[in-house]
T-cell receptor
Framework: GQNIDQPTEMTATEGAIVQINCTYQ??????LFWYQQHAGEAPTFLSY??LDGLEEKGRFSSFLSRSKGYSYLLLKELQMKDSASYLC??????????WGAGTKLIIKP | IAGITQAPTSQILAAGRRMTLRCTQD?????MYWYRQDLGLGLRLIHY???????GKGEVPDGYSVSRANTDDFPLTLASAVPSQTSVYFC?????????????FGNGTRLTVT
């Protein structure tokens, strides 16, 4: 079967760094997305990885290892507005998105 | 402002009633999707459309139907609502199907079936 695993909840301190992990098992692989979703709002696109390595976008970076079926989202210099759920989604061989349940990130001052 | 508009924002519906959730996009995206989001579960695809005039079934299509008469509109209909259809429904679009085309989401419809 197809499966995406990510931690349910994480807590971090304002100004710190946090890494949110995602492991995936899908039939085929055509890339991995990360989305941010604030409570009561729509998911918004953060990043897409299809090749191994680290992609950096300002305070946010996303890493992919295809051989390990593993990705992480790295958030630096955490701000209170980063409190949100972070959704990992893998693209399978049929170009369908398989979504994780999301990681709720709580930022404390 | 370009984007996706969903209506209504929220709705309380009696079981057995028929309901259509509306979704309109003005980005000229080819692909559109309907998802439901339930606590503790990932987004689950209900139906999708790769281009105007075509639709397909997702992971949880039972009890729902869609149509795609034109590029902009993608309504979702619940023919006879049941309590298990209580959920938050998101419409989304992407420039094309597959690969690295990110999804753009509407603000969601919160539906409660009593």
């Amino acid at each position: 079967g197809q499966n995406i695993d990510q931690p349910t909840e994480m807590t971090a301190t304002e100004g710190a760094i946090v890494q949110i992990n995602c492991t995936y098992q899908t039939s085929g692989f055509n890339g991995l997305f990360w989305y941010q979703q604030h409570a009561g709002e729509a998911p918004t696109f953060l990043s897409y990885n299809v090749l191994d390595g680290l992609e950096e976008k300002g305070r946010f970076s996303s890493f992919l290892s295809r051989s390990k079926g593993y990705s992480y989202l790295l958030l630096k210099e955490l701000q209170m507005k980063d409190s949100a759920s972070y959704l990992c989604a893998s693209v399978d061989s049929n170009y369908q998105l398989i979504w994780g349940a999301g990681t709720k990130l709580i930022i404390k001052p | 402002i370009a984007g996706i508009t969903q209506a209504p924002t929220s709705q309380i519906l009696a079981a057995g009633r028929r309901m259509t959730l509306r979704c309109t996009q003005d980005m000229r995206h080819n692909a559109m999707y309907w998802y439901r989001q339930d606590l503790g579960l990932g987004l689950r695809l209900i139906h999708y459309s790769n281009t105007a005039g075509t639709t397909g079934k997702g992971e949880v299509p039972d009890g729902y139907s869609v149509s795609r008469a034109n590029t902009d509109d993608f309504p979702l209909t619940l023919a006879s609502a049941v309590p298990s259809q209580t959920s938050v429904y998101f419409c989304a679009s992407s420039l094309m199907t597959g690969g690295n085309s990110p999804l753009h989401f509407g603000n969601g419809t919160r539906l409660t079936v009593t």
